[in-house]
């Protein structure tokens, strides 16, 4: 109980800080990101536009984790009419906060479907890291913040793989989109044990 009014708690708090906006840069949008709206079964289309196949494998993998989850299929598009584009991220997304990813906020100005990951990254990370890392950024285009509990996918700093869904990550998930009935309660491991 105490965990889920922090989770409204850290909601509201962020909603009163007014409208934010998010990051913009030189890509095509994706005309069907709101998809990402639904309640309901979201069929999502992916384009990937990225010089990053780890970066593009790791997306995949993302997505085949979250569609255990949620009420969710996916498959390429490589259109505007895609739901969500992988995109090699510039200097000017990721310097602020030394990011080797970043995706949109579906309820932010702007949202135009993109997440963005540094077309290097395979250089300074392993498979599993930027798989943990594409965990964390679609986590964020389901509308899930910040998680203050180290073990969580959504931690803000973590990325080695060895992270859960824990259960504030599932109710806050739970109150946007439909969970898949085999899904009870967590901590659901990012990697298969």
């Not at 009420?71 to 895609?82: A, K, L, T, V």
């Not at 824990?166 to 439909?178: F, N, Q, S, W, Y």
Request: negative net charge; glycine residues 6%.
């Amino acid at each position: 109980m105490l965990r889920a009014f922090l989770t409204f708690t850290l909601l509201a708090a962020s909603a009163l800080c007014g409208p934010k906006s998010n990051w913009s840069g030189p890509y095509q949008p994706c005309s069907n990101s709101s998809e990402f709206l639904k309640p309901g079964h979201m069929d999502l289309g992916v384009r990937y536009d990225t010089s990053s196949p780890v970066a593009a494998d790791a997306l995949r993998r993302a997505l085949r984790f979250w569609s255990a989850i949620l009420d969710m299929d996916f498959h390429e598009d490589s259109s505007r009419s895609c739901s969500l584009a992988l995109v090699d991220a510039t200097h000017e997304i990721l310097n602020e906060n030394n990011d080797v990813a970043r995706a949109q906020f579906t309820d932010w100005d702007n949202f135009r479907g993109w997440i963005a990951f540094d077309p290097h990254i395979g250089e300074y990370m392993s498979a599993d890291e930027i798989y943990a890392t594409a965990v964390h950024e679609l986590g964020h285009m389901f509308g899930l913040f910040h998680n203050s509990h180290p073990t969580s996918v959504m931690f803000y700093i973590d990325a080695d793989g060895s992270s859960v869904l824990d259960e504030t990550d599932l109710d806050a998930v739970r109150a946007r989109h439909t969970i898949r009935q085999s899904i009870r309660r967590g901590p659901i491991p990012v990697l298969p044990r």
